[in-house]
């Protein structure tokens, strides 16, 4: 009688049960579910988690745990879960869950909708109610602006390297054309001896007959390409 008693409880019966099927709070406050369930699950293992599809939702805490904003509370028949300090991107379908060894496990869902705070809460808020809440944001603060300060170092250090690069090439580019003017005289009263022996050297009878033609024109080119850049 007590095996077919069991089975009748896990198949026939909504072993959890959400108290609201809509919820409604205000950023910086907190949202509260209680999910009444049968005593037979009090040693079970109960979930919060968040998602459209109970198949796949993202279990946000287990019990005994809790998080930092997510506080879980088990009494032995009612599951009970208080998020605080809320923000706007906290709006969805959220979903209490007991964990089964061989069935499935039994969820009922409820949404969340987080608006714009106002009234009461934000009243609360300005008389330290939701002092906890600020602390938290005030600790994201430095983690963030460290980021943002390690970022801007790193751009003005890439700029600078560019820059630093870009000068110095121009310097070089500078310091070769002040060479080249400097030698242009020398080697304008040195080119037109030193190619026309090459070209009469390499047109000479002897040399045609040793050397191919392809060849000559390779080489009195490359002389040529060797002078102007020295």
């Given at each position: 009688?007590?095996?077919?008693?069991?089975?009748?409880?896990?198949?026939?019966?909504?072993?959890?049960?959400?108290?609201?099927?809509v919820?409604?709070?205000?950023?910086?406050?907190?949202?509260s579910?209680?999910?009444?369930?049968?005593?037979?699950?009090?040693?079970?293992?109960?979930?919060?988690?968040?998602?459209y599809?109970?198949?796949?939702?993202?279990?946000?805490?287990?019990?005994?745990?809790?998080?930092?904003?997510?506080?879980?509370?088990?009494?032995?028949?009612?599951?009970?879960?208080?998020?605080?300090?809320?923000?706007?991107?906290?709006?969805?379908?959220?979903?209490?869950?007991?964990?089964?060894?061989?069935?499935?496990?039994?969820?009922?869902?409820?949404?969340?909708?987080?608006?714009?705070?106002?009234?009461?809460?934000?009243?609360?808020?300005?008389?330290?109610?939701?002092?906890?809440?600020?602390?938290?944001k005030?600790?994201?603060?430095p983690s963030?602006?460290?980021?943002?300060?390690?970022?801007?170092?790193?751009?003005?250090?890439?700029?600078?390297?560019?820059?630093?690069?870009?000068?110095?090439?121009?310097r070089?580019?500078?310091?070769?054309?002040?060479?080249?003017?400097?030698r242009?005289?020398?080697?304008?009263?040195?080119?037109?001896?030193?190619?026309?022996?090459?070209?009469?050297?390499?047109?000479?009878?002897?040399?045609?007959g040793?050397?191919?033609?392809?060849?000559?024109?390779?080489?009195?080119?490359?002389?040529?390409?060797?002078?102007?850049?020295?």
């Open positions: 009688v007590q095996s077919w008693d069991l089975l009748s409880l896990a198949l026939l019966s909504d072993a959890m049960v959400m108290d609201k099927t919820k409604e709070s205000f950023v910086l406050g907190t949202a579910a209680s999910c009444n369930y049968d005593a037979h699950y009090k040693h079970r293992t109960k979930y919060w988690c968040r998602g599809f109970r198949d796949y939702c993202h279990i946000m805490a287990l019990t005994p745990n809790s998080t930092d904003r997510v506080a879980l509370k088990d009494t032995g028949s009612q599951f009970i879960i208080t998020v605080s300090c809320l923000t706007k991107e906290d709006t969805g379908w959220y979903w209490c869950g007991i964990q089964r060894d061989f069935a499935r496990d039994d969820m009922d869902f409820t949404e969340l909708i987080v608006t714009d705070s106002r009234g009461g809460q934000a009243n609360e808020f300005r008389s330290g109610k939701g002092r906890g809440c600020q602390d938290v005030l600790a994201l603060i963030r602006m460290s980021i943002l300060i390690i970022c801007v170092l790193l751009t003005s250090l890439g700029i600078i390297f560019i820059i630093s690069h870009l000068s110095k090439r121009r070089s580019q500078r310091n070769r054309r002040g060479k080249g003017l400097g242009g005289p020398q080697n304008s009263q040195a080119s037109p001896v030193n190619p026309t022996s090459l070209v009469s050297s390499i047109l000479d009878s002897s040399v045609l040793a050397v191919p033609h392809s060849d000559l024109i390779f080489r009195s080119l490359q002389f040529l390409n060797r002078e102007e850049t020295a």
